[in-house]
């Protein structure tokens, strides 16, 4: 399934990008996630949990892949 994210700002942290769509139910099981290798970032593995994510990047974790948009300015 595809979820589209829009990033307020510049960019959003890999383990907050995790809570925000309800992949993970907290920043601790969303870290344990990370650190297992579970979460992969643009086809790589990423380990860091503050990894700054922008628009234009996909993030996979399970059978969803999140993909970050930028934030349209009415």
């Given amino acids: ?8 700002g510049e960019f959003i942290q ?3 990008l995790l809570k925000t769509t309800g992949l ?10 990370i650190e297992a290798g579970r979460v992969v970032v643009d ?17 996979s974790y399970g059978d969803e892949t999140v993909e970050l948009v930028a934030e349209s300015v009415s």
């Fill in 1 to 8: 399934m595809l979820i589209t994210l829009a990033v307020r």
């Fill in 43 to 59: 086809g790589v593995v990423e380990s860091r949990k503050r990894a700054k994510l922008r628009p234009g990047q996909r993030v």
């Fill in 14 to 16: 890999l383990d907050q």
């Fill in 24 to 33: 993970c139910h907290s920043g601790g099981f969303a870290h344990a996630e």
